[in-house]
């Protein structure tokens, strides 16, 4: 592969990190958001329609006008373009790295390999059609039989209008040997995603869990280890489980 250059401007930009997000031009969005307001706004009482139109209205003149005089937003929109350009010239790809927040430039084929690799050592199968529509047909039965746990007015929002198979994001092990993925999917467009958000409400309420072996973030582990005795003899391990849900024996 020949060497690949980005000006210091273009790095800066990649500096940004993949949580950086760059809005669309607002000519480009700006109809779609009209529509999605006035839509919004129909389902109000007729005597305040008008007044959030009002209000809508002028809260997109004010996006119009800062997207306008905002020079390193468009300065980065010329940056990012450019970088793609590089990115496609040479069968490149950004990929996200694991346990970090640094971007890996990675071949795309490359990550093809790597992707594959994971999926036929975890023995996972291709089904031949998307069974989607299926579940969803069952998860819409289940919820319209389940009167006593979902009231009927809250029902119609434990569906994803337009749900999709969740998609596989390959983040980049950069510290280990040869550079695995570790697959991350997003559910938030599945569509047992918001039944299941709901689902879990309802557990927390109802079922007092006490949570003694469970922490909320590594700064409460931390205060927790300065509060424990140790003496010379003790030791102290830890232990990285590897795929613990997928690993469950079925029938248990």
Known sequence: MSKITFTREQINTMKLGPQYTIERNPKQYINELIVDTENAIKHLQSNVQNTFRYMAAKKIKQVKESNRHNIMHKRHQHNIKQ????????????????????????????????????????????????????????????????????????????????????????????????????PVIDNTQALSYKIAKFLKGRLKEDVNLPNTYTVQNSNEIAQELQKLHMEKYHKMITLDIKDLYVNLPKKE
């Open 83 to 182: 970088i793609k350009k590089i990115l496609q010239h040479n069968n490149l790809t950004i990929a996200k790295a694991d346990k970090s927040k640094a971007i890996v430039i990675i071949d795309k084929t490359n990550l093809e390999q790597k992707v594959n690799t994971f999926i036929q050592e975890n023995n996972i199968i291709e089904v031949k059609k998307d069974p989607t529509e299926t579940y969803q047909k069952q998860i819409q039965r289940i919820i319209q039989k389940s009167k006593d746990i979902i009231d009927r007015n809250k029902s119609k929002y434990m569906l994803n209008i337009k749900p999709t198979a969740p998609e596989i994001n390959a983040y980049i092990k950069t510290h280990k040997d040869n550079n695995p993925i570790r």
